[in-house]
């Protein structure tokens, strides 16, 4: 090894659960008991995995693995170097003394995970082995290959919140699904707690392994820059720039989009459940409004299956506005057509909201035909009244006509005329 030649260890502490830590009393290597499964190895194409579940989970293990490296290296646009070796732990007390790493220990007694790197680093140049310590609940396994991938095929995870962030997403990413599956408990949290800035997550002091609600915040960045239509063609030359250690920043990409950006992140909390399809609910910025004159109407159609979507109308505040609808939609997959007044309970009714400097209005009632007052000056936006993570399966669409209101002016048409 000449001078230029470093040794690189890299350790990444990854994939906190949910609720606290072991207590620091059980940080220590427990009592030898008779075990009850032996760990046993188990190979596919891409991964060794020693474990003591059952061959049946290990299975499933490696077909989940499997899975997702395909989904992350095809998204990277690059190949597992090597395989991936993973110890994946049950009951620690199926195992024997020395077969886990002392570094890998306190992650796994604290119900966690962590990915250990070793390897030659020069520059641009490296050779490095990963090995995925962690438990075998809750997607453990797929937060630390992502590592492991990343460190052998870049030679690094890149900073922090995109680290742990895509790391969370590579734990919840389905083939062909890009909805919203997060732990509930995540879900209820990114809901209810103050939201972190973007800056916070991005430039804040935090450290891998910090806390989960941290891993929160940075999977819910991810998961919104990498499916939101405005934002992902740049996140992902972002993320292999960061990856392959290149000069650019979060700030240099974004930094022209940031209040749209702000908008829909908080947009995106609020509204966030399971099932949640951010592609569908991408903000149309390249809409611009304009103010209605005189008895033309204005006419767009609106999608059941998508979120707020544009009129080009710019109301006034306190001018009355007179509509119409045509057409029917469904809320359900295979469902019962629906006009624009929706069902008995009001699922599916049309809805409006108004839009003006990054703020939006209440919630405005409209349904099939009607009159209505602006309660503020605005963009008015319109979408399917249907829970958030419901709409993927929604079929269908309404034709909306709008103009001022003129009592002396001929009626606007009737639904279905």
Known sequence: MNLRQTLLTVVLIASLLIGSCAPTMLLAQPKETTPEKVPQTYRSRNFIVHSDVTPEKAKELLERLETMLSLISTYWGQPNRKTIECY?????KNWPSGAIDPAALDSILGQAGITL?????????FDMNAKVYAVSDL?????EAVHAYCAQTFGTTGPVWYSEG????GMYWKKGD???NANPIVIDYLKKAEPKSLNEIVNG???TGDSWQNYAWRWALCHLLANNANYQKRFRPLGLALLQKKNTSFEQVYGSMAEEIIFEYLLFLENMEAGYRVDLCSWNWQVRPRKLRGIRPTKIDVEAKAGWQPTRAQLIEGQEYEFTTDGTWSILENGEPVNADGTETGAGKLVGIMFEDYELS??????ALGKFTAPANGHLFLRCR?????LADNEGEIEFQIREFDADAKPLPMPGE
Do not use: C, T, Y
């Open 205 to 207: 002091e935090e450290f």
């Open 362 to 367: 209440e919630e405005i009632e409209l349904g």
């Open 139 to 143: 997607g453990v396994p797929q937060h």
């Open 386 to 390: 249907d829970s958030w993570g419901a």
């Open 117 to 125: 790197a070793k390897g030659i680093s020069n520059g641009r140049q």
């Open 178 to 180: 890009a909805s919203v």
């Open 166 to 169: 895509m790391a969370e997403m």
């Open 88 to 92: 994946v732990v049950d009951d620690l």
